[in-house]
């Protein structure tokens, strides 16, 4: 297992598209391993493979709360296959845009087909949480940021935030 260096905004490589997953071998599975850890090590609930420098269509989630056992999930080819014409708001963050939030209105309840660490084909219901954060790794695999999705205002506002950041080396 190994640490990841994530990308953080803004950065071109954030906006690129990602591509599918041919199979899901060894390789992937090490790459599920390495994402699942540095989400963890980053108390995240969610990572996505261009946050970590990799265009492919990975994403691992783990939305159990502190309480209960983990429920480590990797995705690879991830497809929104139904969503939900009721809409709930969340108030999003990104590990990619670190301690910048915004609300952000998405279907309330998604299915997603995927493939498994044993490439076998699945598909996972979600709601509220669980469906928020799917959707926001998918995005990642089109190279669309939580940003994109709220006001011109408060996008400038978050990337010009970010942009400073990184110029004087908090980031
Ligand atoms: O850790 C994360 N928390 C989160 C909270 C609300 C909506 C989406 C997310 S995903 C984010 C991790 C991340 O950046 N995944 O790409
Ligand atoms: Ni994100």
């Known amino acids: 297992m190994a640490l ?4 953080i905004a803004p950065d071109p490589r954030l906006k690129k598209l990602s591509m599918p997953v041919g199979k899901v071998d060894a390789r992937i599975n090490r790459l599920m391993d390495d994402m699942l850890e540095t989400m963890y090590a980053a108390n995240g609930i969610g990572l996505a ?13 783990d939305v159990s709360d502190k309480n209960e056992p983990p429920n480590p999930i990797g995705l690879a080819n991830p497809e929104v296959v139904w969503a939900d014409e009721e809409r ?12 910048q939030y915004a609300d952000v209105v998405r279907p309330k ?11 076998r084909p699945q598909e996972i219901a979600g709601t509220g ?9 998918i995005d990642h695999l089109e190279g669309t940021l939580f940003v994109d ?10 990337l010009r935030r970010l942009q400073k950041l990184k110029k004087v080396g908090e980031l």
Request: one cysteine or more.
């Open 4 to 7: 990841l260096p994530l990308i």
């Open 49 to 61: 493979a261009p946050q970590v420098d990799e265009l492919l269509r990975v994403i691992v989630v």
């Open 88 to 99: 709930i708001l969340y108030n999003e963050g990104c590990l990619s845009l670190p301690e």
């Open 109 to 119: 309840a998604v299915r997603v087909r995927y493939l498994d660490r044993d490439n």
């Open 129 to 137: 949480l669980l469906a928020t954060v799917l959707q926001h790794e």
């Open 149 to 158: 999705r709220v006001s011109l205002l408060k996008r400038n506002m978050i």
